[in-house]
């Protein structure tokens, strides 16, 4: 079974400084698909990105980064510089390849609430 | 373009009643995938539909189940409706085609409440 675990639950920090949220997850998969949403109050999942486990590289995108690291099966969300408008509550998913693309059944972590002080 | 609509936003119910969800997908997006979100289990995958076929289900009773229309709609129904069925319910689309890159789209879902 698949499972994801963000032990963090709630996270203040004041603003401009960099915060990481934490993502470890477990599968049995060698296949398998990592992705990172904001839910901001209004209540949509916001896609953030998506990680094939095949695709190590860390990524940046702005102010966002992204470490997978397979051998500790982590994926930590990495917000530079952070600002109000980062303020949500912050989801790591994995999802089986069903397809290509995995967006089908998603295992969702319990999310972090992450707020920022201005 | 047009993102996910979920319709209605708001509901409340009674217990013992029953509910029909509508989600809309983005035009041209062929997967729709059902989730509820509660406060207590977090985000729970219930079901997936492509071209009007069931692929996946989460473990949810009998009692939710869903469908998918031929120009990609999707309804959710749950029967018999428990206190505990309240929640956000997402809807989630995507494209599904090889050699696009997409992702999942979510609506904003429907919050249900049972009284």
């Known amino acids: 079974a698949q499972k994801v675990t963000q032990a963090q639950t709630e996270i203040s920090v004041v603003e401009k400084e960099d915060v990481t949220l934490d993502c470890v997850y477990e599968t049995r998969d060698t296949t398998y698909y990592l992705f990172w949403y904001k839910q901001p109050p209004s209540g949509e999942l916001v896609f953030l990105i998506r990680?094939?486990?095949?695709?190590?590289q860390n990524e940046i995108s702005g102010r966002y980064s992204w470490n997978f690291q397979k051998s500790t099966s982590s994926f930590n969300f990495t917000i530079t510089a952070s600002q109000v408008v980062d303020s949500a509550v912050y989801f790591c998913a994995l999802s089986e390849a069903i397809s290509n693309f995995g967006n089908e059944k998603l295992t969702f972590g319990t999310g972090t609430r992450l707020t920022i002080i201005p | 373009k047009a993102g996910v609509t979920q319709t209605p936003r708001y509901l409340i119910k009674t217990r013992g009643q029953q509910v029909t969800l509508s989600c809309s997908p983005i035009s041209g997006h062929r997967s729709v995938s059902w989730y509820q979100q509660t406060p207590g289990q977090g985000l729970q995958f219930l079901f997936e539909?492509?071209?009007?076929?069931?692929?996946n289900k989460g473990n949810f009773p009998g009692r939710f189940s869903g469908r998918q229309f031929s120009n990609s709609r999707s309804e959710m129904n749950v029967s018999t409706l428990e206190l505990g069925d309240s929640a956000l319910y997402l809807c989630a689309s995507s494209l599904i085609n090889t050699g696009q890159n997409t992702e999942a789209f979510f609506g904003q879902g429907t919050r249900l409440t049972v009284v």
């Open positions: 990680r094939n486990s095949f695709d190590e």
């Open positions: 539909y492509f071209s009007e076929t069931q692929r």
